[in-house]
T-cell receptor, first 109, second 112 residues
Framework: KNEVEQSPQNLTAQEGEFITINCSYS?????LHWLQQHPGGGIVSLFM???GKKKHGRLIATINIQEKHSSLHITASHPRDSAVYIC???????????FGKGTKLTVNP | NAGVTQTPKFRILKIGQSMTLQCTQD?????MYWYRQDPGMGLKLIYY???????DKGEVPNGYNVSRSTTEDFPLRLELAAPSQTSVYFC???????????FGNGTRLTVT
């Protein structure tokens, strides 16, 4: 079993819909990262968080340390949000991140 | 700032050939990483470095070597390329252990 599980694997939405992508992990962590990989392949860091909630524009990331769960929300989704969203966790004291397999989001106009 | 620059973008190798993937960053980051991404799989760590002169193995180091002679550069060397090394390779850097990651644009390598 992968230490980092993302759901769903694939998600199709209509423009304007509210999107939620989930990430569950099984190890104690020091930080959790949300990354976005565009269809062209480039990877961009969206958030890094260890507690609570962060917001950037239409994107919101939350984490519940007790439940070992994080969510990435996209409000008013747009076709340009179509990408693969990757969750990665950093284990306490380790330089090695563990990555989920990603959630492929397609937003149709 | 250019960020993290990887070269080449694409490469085709024959079995047994060798090559070096270049990675340089201009953000004065201490931490640098090499990952590979196989279809349908999460990123796997090949090697990492926490500073100039210091390197360490990740999850999948076999068949690869690295060096970190300067803060800016972290090349990845493939010796005796094998079809199993066909993948997309990403270099990344961060200022510290729990800082945001900055990724290069990736190198798509095919070994035939």
């Amino acid at each position: 079993k992968n230490e980092v599980e993302q759901s769903p694997q694939n998600l199709t939405a209509q423009e304007g819909e509210f999107i939620t992508i989930n990430c569950s992990y099984s190890v104690g962590i020091s930080a959790l990262h949300w990354l976005q990989q565009h269809p062209g392949g480039g990877i961009v860091s969206l958030f890094m968080l260890s507690s609570g909630k962060k917001k950037h524009g239409r994107l919101i990331a939350t984490i519940n340390i007790q439940e070992k769960h994080s969510s990435l929300h996209i409000t008013a989704s747009h076709p340009r949000d179509s990408a693969v969203y990757i969750c990665a966790v950093g284990q306490g004291g380790s330089e090695k991140l563990v990555f989920g397999k990603g959630t492929k989001l397609t937003v149709n106009p | 700032n250019a960020g993290v620059t990887q070269t080449p973008k694409f490469r085709i190798l024959k079995i047994g050939q060798s090559m070096t993937l270049q990675c340089t960053q201009d953000m004065n980051h201490n931490y640098m990483y090499w990952y590979r991404q196989d279809p349908g799989m999460g990123l796997k760590l090949i090697y990492y470095s926490v500073g100039a002169g210091i390197t360490d193995k990740g999850e999948v180091p076999n068949g690869y070597n690295v060096s970190r002679s300067t803060t800016e550069d972290f090349p990845l060397r493939l010796e005796l390329a094998a079809p199993s090394q066909t993948s997309v390779y990403f270099c990344a850097s961060s200022y510290s252990l729990n800082s945001p990651l900055h990724f290069g644009n990736g190198t798509r390598l095919t070994v035939t």
